[in-house]
């Protein structure tokens, strides 16, 4: 039997107002020494910004909304505030 690979059905793109990635008033940072590897954060990450292979975070599109924290039940996710630069 093939395997079947799983792929996100969208990929990071800027909208009419440019990259999300500038909404974000907290960022999601992820810690790989609590993560099992379970792709749930990949999964409901509304603007594909979770690499499925290493779960590295795209900060150009993440929005910060925190849906991947929420989701993670291994709490390898933890949303934190947003430095202005
Ligand atoms: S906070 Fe998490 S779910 Fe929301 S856009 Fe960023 S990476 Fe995706
Ligand atoms: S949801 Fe949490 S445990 Fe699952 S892959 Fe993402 S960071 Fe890892």
Redesign the pocket.
């Known amino acids: 039997m093939d395997k079947k690979i799983l792929q996100p059905v969208s990929y990071p793109t800027k909208g009419a107002c440019g990259p999300t990635g500038t909404w974000r008033s907290q960022r999601p940072v992820?810690?790989?020494a609590?993560?099992?590897?379970?792709?749930?954060?990949?999964l409901?990450c509304p603007e594909a910004a979770?690499a499925r292979e290493d779960?590295l975070i795209n900060y150009d599109y993440c929005k910060g909304c925190g849906i991947?924290a929420v989701?993670?039940?291994?709490?390898?996710?933890a949303m934190v505030k947003e430095e202005v630069k």
């Open positions: 992820y810690d790989a609590l993560c099992n590897g379970c792709l749930l954060c990949w409901f979770i779960r991947c989701e993670c039940t291994k709490n390898a996710i």
